[in-house]
């Protein structure tokens, strides 16, 4: 691997970051502290600067740890958080994390938890499509208001950029007029149900970061590494499928950074080689023509209980 740039160059928000950063929501309080403090190091040293991070995961274990691992941060280091999957605390409904007082509130969590005078970039997660859409009867709060909050948080310098996740082609377009820099959508070589949000994106010079980008345990999310076609590719090459379906979105649009996520440093190094691997025409095209469209389901408990 490239220490120096994992996957090349991509950029975020004006930021320039290696195509393959980290996901860190599983560095909560079930890893040992120290466990936590060395992937985050290794990450770092293997030249990861693009880190993504939320409040809510493991009610701020994840930040706080983040913080004792990398503070005070180096200059070009990318700290991405996410505002309304779910609240930062206790089991309220995902609804009233919606809100524009909600947000600001994770905000302000992420702020103190990272020891941050601003957030990079934040990404709103809406709730209207799923995985993890809101209870029958619940009210969907306002995009526009949503976004005024966004807006006014970036204006006092709370935070630097801002994103949304889980959203549908029209509410992207809607979006667009708030100065959107990334989308996060669950996307993988098996589930490209997003595709005309990640073309848009392209279009607009938006960073693609795909969540669920090898799968999920839940259904609509198959998992990458079991596909056959993904395994007779991987057998040929010597890597592991977990790496063949990272390349494979690296190599399909040019805009997209990765977030794949572990608490493990050789599952770490793993993800990160996977930006030195090429994928030749053949393979390209027996990978682009395995993908199914599943539909998504419900999965709302699932979803949050894995973070997203």
Known sequence: ??????????????????????????????????????????????????????????????????????????????????????????????????????????????????????????????????????????????????????????????????????????????ALSAGIVCVQNAYSLLNRSHEDELALCNEQGIAWVPFFPLGSAFPGFPKVAENAVVQRIAADLGVSGAQIGLAWLLAHAPNTLLIAGTTSIAHLEENLAAGDLLLNEQQLADLDAVHTDLPQGDGVQAFLDEGR
């Open 1 to 174: 691997m490239t220490p120096s740039h994992p996957g090349g160059t991509g950029t975020i928000g004006g930021h320039s970051v290696a195509r393959i950063g980290y996901g860190a929501m599983g560095l909560g309080r079930e890893l040992p502290h120290d466990d936590a403090t060395a992937v985050l190091h290794r990450a770092v040293e293997l030249g990861v600067n693009h880190i993504d991070t939320a409040s809510f995961y493991d009610d701020g274990v994840v930040n706080r740890r983040i913080r004792d691992a990398l503070a005070p941060y180096r200059d070009d280091l990318l700290i991405v958080s996410k505002v309304g999957a779910r609240p930062a605390t206790g089991p309220i409904p995902l609804a009233l994390a919606q809100h524009p007082a909600d947000l600001r509130h994770a905000v302000e969590l992420d702020l103190a938890g990272l020891g941050l005078d601003q957030i990079p970039v934040v990404n709103l997660r809406r709730a209207d499509i799923g995985p993890g859409l809101v209870a029958e009867g619940d009210q969907i709060v306002d995009l526009d208001d949503q976004l005024a909050e966004m807006i006014a948080l970036r204006d006092e310098g709370k935070i630097g950029a801002i994103g949304i996740s889980n959203v549908d082609l029209e509410t992207l377009r809607r």
